[in-house]
T-cell receptor, first 113, second 110 residues
């Protein structure tokens, strides 16, 4: 059974710092991995999707990498801002049709001004 | 604007009552999903539908029911058989592998 963990559960950093969020999964036979952002009481906003043939994706100050063999993905946030404060979740897809996803519990990020 | 809407944002019910949560999308996506989110836990899949008039149970379907009579709509009914219905419910849709989420409905049952 696929299990997804995210470390740390919570993180507090001063504004301007670069930071890394971690996502680990137990079954390396995944097709895709998606990173989301969730603000308190809101739905999820997609940040980056890494397909199985890719090793990383970049969008602005965000860079996500995927190492299927080691069961790990990292989300790198450069020059963090207070507006980055949110919970970040990763989700792995168990098949190529997207019907079966397993989500991690999230990392709650606070960026202090 | 294309997107997914969920209503209401907050819902309160007495124990023993069934309640239906609405999810509508105008993205022309074939697949739709319902998730439940509890504090400190990841999202858990309740039901999903790949096409109109077809749906499949997810990991925690007991106590829930769905219908998919239209492509745009995927309502979720939380029945009185669901033992711990208080949670944040999220609807999503996809065409392909990337999922898009609605704003969520927070259900409180007392």
């Amino acid at each position: 059974k696929q299990e997804v963990t995210q470390i740390p559960a919570a993180l507090s950093v001063p504004e301007g710092e670069n930071l890394v969020l971690n996502c680990s999964f137990t079954d390396s036979a995944i097709y895709n991995l998606q990173w989301f952002r969730q603000d308190p009481g809101k739905g999820l906003t997609s940040l980056l999707l890494i397909q199985s043939s890719q090793r990383e994706q970049t969008s602005g100050r965000l860079n996500a990498s995927l190492d299927k063999s080691s069961g790990r993905s990292t989300l790198y946030i450069a020059a963090s801002q207070p507006g980055d404060s949110a919970t970040y979740l990763c989700a792995v897809y168990r098949d190529n049709y997207g019907q079966n996803f397993v989500f991690g519990p999230g990392t709650r990020l606070s960026v202090l001004p | 604007d294309g997107g997914i809407t969920q209503s209401p944002k907050y819902l309160f019910r007495k124990e023993g009552q069934n309640v239906t949560l609405s999810c509508e999308q105008n993205l022309n996506h074939d697949a739709m999903y319902w998730y439940r989110q509890d504090p400190g836990q990841g999202l858990r899949l309740i039901y999903y539908s790949q096409i109109v008039n077809d749906f499949q149970k997810g990991d925690i379907a007991e106590g829930y029911s769905v219908s998919r009579e239209k492509k745009e709509s995927f309502p979720l009914t939380v029945t009185s058989a669901q033992k711990n219905p208080t949670a944040f419910y999220l609807c999503a849709s996809s065409r392909g592998v990337e999922q898009y989420f609605g704003p969520g409905t927070r259900l409180t049952v007392t």
